[in-house]
C-alpha cells in the first residue's frame, strides 16, 4: 500500500489524545533523560528564543525554560497541549502542524523536536518548516529511536509483532517507515536537505529500569500509536501468539526481579546558515 501522508497525520493526531496520559506516564522516564544533550546540540542557553515542537507533557520546554531561555512548545494533540498547560502552566503552549509551523521566518534561535519524526507523514516538509523558524546561525536538534536491536525496550515488541506475523491491518493509515532515520546517513541527509550545514548525528544510550514484563507491556501499549494499533487490530489468538513471543524475547533482560533494558537514541542536529 502507498503512503497517505494526511490520513497518517490525522492518525496520529487523534491517537496521540488519546494516549496523552499513557505517554507521560511510561514514556515520561525514558524521553525526559534525552532532554538535556537534545538541548546542549540545539545551543540553549539562557535568553534563547526556543521552538520546542512536538512538545508533549512539555518535557523539552520545562528544561529550557529553567536554562533561561523563552520557549513555546507546540504539539499536533489538544490531549497533550492540556497536560503540558496543567503540568506547567507558567510556560506557553500552542497546538501546531509541524508541517506548516504558525510562526514568522526566523522566529527562533534554537529549534527542537524530541521523537517527532517517526510521527509524521512528511518529515522532509517539517524539517524545512523547522529550518524555515529558525533564525540565521541558530540550530535544530531532534531525537528518533534507535534501529530495535539497539532500542531494546522497543524492540522487544517490534521483534515478537515479526514473530507472530502481525503486520499493519488494512485499515491503518500508511506511514514512513518507524525507524526510517535511525540510520545515520539518512538522518544526515534528511537535515541537509533542509538546507541545514554542520550536521552531527550522535547516539545517547542507557539502561532503562522495568518492574516487569507486564508492566513493559503496558507502556508501550498505552503509550504508543502506531504500534499499539497494530497489537490490538490483530485477532485474538494473534495476540496471543505476540505476547508469548513478548515474554520469552524480554526474558534474558531481566536481572534482580527487574528488566534492565537498553535504551538507544539517534540525536541529529545541524546550523542554518
Same mark, same amino acid.
Given at each position: 500500500?502507498?503512503?497517505?501522508?494526511?490520513?497518517?497525520?490525522?492518525?496520529?493526531?487523534?491517537?496521540?489524545?488519546?494516549?496523552? $496520559?499513557?505517554?507521560?506516564?511510561?514514556?515520561?522516564?525514558?524521553?525526559?533523560?534525552?532532554?538535556?544533550?537534545?538541548?546542549?546540540?540545539?545551543?540553549?542557553?539562557?535568553?534563547?528564543?526556543?521552538?520546542?515542537?512536538?512538545?508533549?507533557?512539555?518535557?523539552?520546554?520545562?528544561?529550557?525554560?529553567?536554562?533561561?531561555?523563552?520557549?513555546?512548545?507546540?504539539?499536533?494533540?489538544?490531549?497533550?497541549?492540556?497536560?503540558? +498547560?496543567?503540568?506547567?502552566?507558567?510556560?506557553? %503552549?500552542?497546538?501546531?502542524?509541524?508541517?506548516?509551523?504558525?510562526?514568522?521566518?526566523? $522566529?527562533?534561535?534554537?529549534?527542537?523536536?524530541?521523537?517527532?519524526?517517526?510521527?509524521?507523514?512528511?518529515?522532509?516538509?517539517?524539517?524545512? @518548516?523547522?529550518? +524555515?523558524?529558525?533564525?540565521?546561525?541558530?540550530?535544530?536538534?531532534?531525537?528518533? &529511536?534507535?534501529?530495535?536491536?539497539?532500542?531494546?525496550?522497543?524492540?522487544?515488541?517490534?521483534?515478537?509483532?515479526?514473530?507472530?506475523?502481525?503486520?499493519?491491518?488494512?485499515?491503518?493509515?500508511?506511514?514512513?517507515?518507524?525507524?526510517?532515520?535511525?540510520?545515520?546517513?539518512? %538522518?544526515?541527509?534528511?537535515?541537509?536537505?533542509?538546507?541545514?550545514?554542520?550536521?552531527?548525528?550522535?547516539?545517547? $544510550?542507557?539502561?532503562?529500569? @522495568?518492574?516487569?514484563?507486564?508492566?513493559? &507491556?503496558?507502556?508501550?501499549?498505552?503509550?504508543?500509536?502506531?504500534?499499539?494499533?497494530?497489537?490490538?487490530?490483530?485477532?485474538? @489468538?494473534?495476540?496471543?501468539?505476540?505476547?508469548?513471543?513478548?515474554? +520469552?524475547?524480554?526474558?534474558?533482560?531481566?536481572?534482580?526481579?527487574?528488566?534492565?533494558?537498553?535504551?538507544?537514541?539517534?540525536?541529529?542536529?545541524?546550523?542554518?546558515?
Amino acid at each position: 500500500m502507498s503512503e497517505d501522508p494526511d490520513a497518517f497525520n490525522a492518525f496520529e493526531a487523534a491517537g496521540w489524545d488519546k494516549q496523552s $496520559a499513557g505517554y507521560d506516564e511510561f514514556f515520561g522516564p525514558i524521553t525526559g533523560r534525552v532532554v538535556a544533550p537534545l538541548l546542549d546540540a540545539a545551543g540553549v542557553d539562557a535568553g534563547s528564543r526556543v521552538l520546542d515542537v512536538a512538545s508533549g507533557p512539555g518535557y523539552v520546554a520545562v528544561h529550557a525554560a529553567a536554562r533561561g531561555a523563552t520557549v513555546i512548545g507546540v504539539d499536533v494533540a489538544a490531549a497533550m497541549i492540556a497536560l503540558a +498547560r496543567r503540568l506547567h502552566p507558567d510556560l506557553v %503552549f500552542r497546538r501546531g502542524d509541524a508541517e506548516a509551523l504558525a510562526f514568522e521566518d526566523a $522566529a527562533f534561535d534554537a529549534v527542537v523536536a524530541n521523537f517527532l519524526l517517526l510521527h509524521l507523514g512528511r518529515p522532509e516538509r517539517a524539517l524545512a @518548516e523547522l529550518a +524555515r523558524v529558525l533564525a540565521p546561525g541558530g540550530r535544530v536538534a531532534l531525537t528518533v &529511536w534507535d534501529l530495535p536491536e539497539h532500542a531494546r525496550f522497543v524492540g522487544v515488541l517490534v521483534d515478537a509483532l515479526a514473530e507472530a506475523g502481525a503486520g499493519p491491518p488494512p485499515e491503518l493509515p500508511v506511514g514512513p517507515p518507524i525507524f526510517k532515520y535511525s540510520d545515520d546517513e539518512a %538522518f544526515a541527509g534528511l537535515l541537509r536537505g533542509a538546507g541545514l550545514e554542520d550536521v552531527h548525528v550522535q547516539t545517547v $544510550a542507557f539502561l532503562h529500569s @522495568e518492574a516487569s514484563a507486564d508492566s513493559l &507491556w503496558r507502556g508501550l501499549l498505552g503509550g504508543t500509536v502506531r504500534v499499539s494499533a497494530i497489537v490490538v487490530a490483530q485477532p485474538a @489468538e494473534t495476540q496471543t501468539r505476540i505476547r508469548a513471543a513478548f515474554d +520469552r524475547i524480554v526474558a534474558p533482560y531481566e536481572s534482580g526481579g527487574r528488566l534492565e533494558l537498553p535504551v538507544s537514541v539517534k540525536l541529529g542536529s545541524g546550523r542554518k546558515p
